[in-house]
C-alpha cells in the first residue's frame, strides 16, 4: 500500500487557483506531522508548507505565504494544500511529505514517508 498518494494536480493561468490532495495509508496517516515539497525543472526540491498532528503549528515559505492555506483532516487521513493567485514560478511538481512522530518543518531530512508528485503548471 502507498503511503501517501497526492492528487489535484494541472494547468491553470496565472492568478488562478488549484487545491492539492494527499491520502495517506499506514503509518504515515499516524501520528505524522505532514508537508508539502515542490521541485521545478532544474532546481532542488524546496519547501512550500507544513502542518503538525495537532494542526496547531503551521509553516510557510515565504513565497508561498498569503497565498497557499495547508490544512488536514486527521479522520479522512487526508492533507490538503489550497493555491490562490499561482504564478507561473509556482510551476513544479508538488510532493506530500510525513513526518512520523515528527513535528514538520522545512528540511526534507526530517521527512520518513513521500508521495510520487503531482504536476503544477501555471501558464502566464
Known amino acids: 500500500q502507498v503511503p501517501l498518494v497526492e492528487s489535484g494536480g494541472g494547468l491553470v493561468q496565472a492568478g488562478g487557483s488549484l487545491t492539492l490532495s494527499c491520502a495517506a495509508s499506514?503509518?504515515?496517516?499516524?501520528?505524522?506531522?505532514m508537508g508539502w515539497f515542490r521541485q521545478a525543472p532544474d532546481k532542488e526540491r524546496e519547501f512550500v508548507a507544513a502542518?503538525?498532528?495537532?494542526?496547531?503549528?503551521?509553516k510557510y515559505a515565504d513565497s508561498v505565504k498569503g497565498r497557499f492555506t495547508i490544512s488536514r483532516d486527521n479522520g479522512k487521513n487526508t492533507l490538503s494544500l489550497q493555491m490562490n493567485n499561482l504564478k507561473p514560478e509556482d510551476t513544479a511538481v508538488y510532493y506530500c511529505?510525513?513526518?512520523?512522530?515528527?513535528?514538520?518543518?522545512?528540511?526534507?531530512?526530517?521527512?520518513?514517508?513521500w508521495g510520487q508528485g503531482t504536476q503544477v503548471t501555471v501558464s502566464s
Open positions: 511529505a510525513a513526518d512520523f512522530l515528527g513535528a514538520g518543518g522545512s528540511d526534507e531530512r526530517d521527512y520518513d514517508y
Open positions: 499506514g503509518r504515515a496517516s499516524r501520528n505524522s506531522a
Open positions: 502542518m503538525d498532528w495537532s494542526g496547531i503549528r503551521i
